[in-house]
């Protein structure tokens, strides 16, 4: 099996409770689930039709603000930002808006207005949105190219324990729509291969990553 992050050879596991079948990459940390795991689009869109997002619930705000804390000190002051996956609601959106950042956001499923190509971010924000991807690394890419240079990327999605034993009993891969995990080290190879500035981790969810003048 080779990596769809770094391309380098990498092992397999199967997680004996379930018998599904993962990659995973001892160089960059990627771990992904075989594609016969992997969902089609409308699978996806009934599970996530489960989720409660509900823009009143201050627990719901309470984390966005969160991310927001870590995030907006490491970022510089941006004028305009993308909210990438957004799901349902615009919550985070309009959160960075109080924060005088006019943002858009996007989301396949809820808000797929195509989003205009020559339109640059200084600052893209995706949160829990990199485990559903089925090709983290061409979207990572893309969002590059909706950023000016110099811009941030600001993702949030849960680290795994990189301990084979420790991944099977951790929740995050039993939700059948989360097919590919990462820790900050799968990021910093990113960065190295696009030529970015890894800025910072938060040792758990969150990687903010420049891209170079
Ligand atoms: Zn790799």
Request: aromatic content about 14%; hydrophobic content about 30%; glycine content about 6%.
């Amino acid at each position: 099996m080779i990596c769809h992050i770094c391309s380098k050879e990498c092992s397999g596991f199967i997680d004996e409770k379930t018998s599904i079948e993962y990659g995973y990459c001892e160089t960059c940390e990627y771990i992904f689930k075989s594609h016969e795991h992997h969902q089609d689009f409308s699978t996806q869109k009934e599970r996530y039709n489960l989720h409660e997002n509900d823009e009143n619930d201050e627990g719901y705000q309470a984390y966005f603000q969160r991310f927001l804390d870590f995030t907006l000190p490491l970022v510089g002051k941006p004028n305009t930002a993308l909210d990438f996956g957004c799901g349902r609601s615009s919550l985070l959106a309009s959160l960075l808006d109080k924060e005088g950042i006019d943002c858009d956001y996007y989301d396949p499923i809820y808000h797929p207005d195509i989003l205009s190509d020559s339109k640059k971010y200084q600052l893209i924000v995706s949160t829990e949105v990199f485990e559903h991807l089925h090709q983290p690394r061409e979207v990572f890419e893309s969002l590059l190219e909706r950023l000016v240079e110099g811009g941030y990327l600001a993702l949030q999605t849960q680290f795994h324990p990189n301990d084979i034993e420790a991944f099977k009993k951790w929740y995050y891969h039993q939700d059948p729509t989360h097919i590919v995990f990462f820790t900050a080290q799968t990021f910093r190879v990113l960065c190295e291969i696009y030529g970015c500035e890894f800025v910072g981790d938060n040792g758990k969810n969150i990687v903010v990553i420049r891209k170079y003048v």
